[in-house]
């Protein structure tokens, strides 16, 4: 793919060297509750902030 270091800041929009094309996908994912977080405080603990792809 020779990807380095030399497009490092490339704007994926309007470059022509590196781009990304949609093909549609629509990936289908759950949501969960964060792990090892005990620490932390209401309602940070308990939002869903992992997004597992199934």
């Excluded at 929009?13 to 977080?37: F, H, M």
């Amino acid at each position: 793919m020779q990807m380095d270091k030399t497009l490092n800041g490339v704007n994926l929009a309007t470059s022509d060297k590196i781009w990304l094309e949609d093909d549609n996908y629509q990936p289908v994912y759950k949501t969960a509750k964060r792990v090892g977080i005990d620490y932390a405080t209401e309602p940070y603990k308990s939002i869903e902030w992992r997004f597992i792809v199934k």
